[in-house]
Nanobody, 120 residues
Framework: VQLQASGGGLVQPGGSLRLSCAASGSIFSIGPMAWYRQAPGNERELVAEITSGGNTNYVDSVKGRFTISRDNAKNTVYLQMNDLKPEDTAVYSC???????????????WGQGTLVTVSS
């Protein structure tokens, strides 16, 4: 199983970016999916998470600006980021709980990080 993230880049304050993270490989089912971020000198923090049923949770600093969503048919999670601020600059990583088959335990997987830089 692999998670492939994309969509990072350089954006001006107030701009928008959309991150995508697609799971591939042997997948039976996917549980919660999430986006984390880590800024230089800071610990990694949970940005947003979404259950298989679509329930969402956000860190306070992004509420009203970021939206997490998922396409279960495509095994993909998205993070729409609007009104970006310099303090949103970080490496964003996706995370997912995945069962590879009916008979295996659910496991936690990480995608590679994608850098988001918010600067004028």
């Amino acid at each position: 199983v692999q998670l492939q993230a994309s969509g990072g880049g350089l954006v001006q304050p107030g701009g928008s970016l959309r991150l995508s993270c697609a799971a591939s490989g042997s997948i039976f089912s996917i549980g919660p999916m999430a986006w984390y971020r880590q800024a230089p000198g800071n610990e990694r923090e949970l940005v947003a998470e979404i259950t298989s049923g679509g329930n969402t949770n956000y860190v306070d600093s992004v509420k009203g600006r970021f939206t997490i969503s998922r396409d279960n048919a495509k095994n993909t999670v998205y993070l729409q980021m609007n009104d970006l601020k310099p303090e949103d600059t970080a490496v964003y990583s996706c995370n997912a709980w995945i069962k590879s088959s009916r008979y295996t335990l659910i496991k936690n997987y990480w995608g590679q990080g994608t850098l988001v830089t918010v600067s004028s």
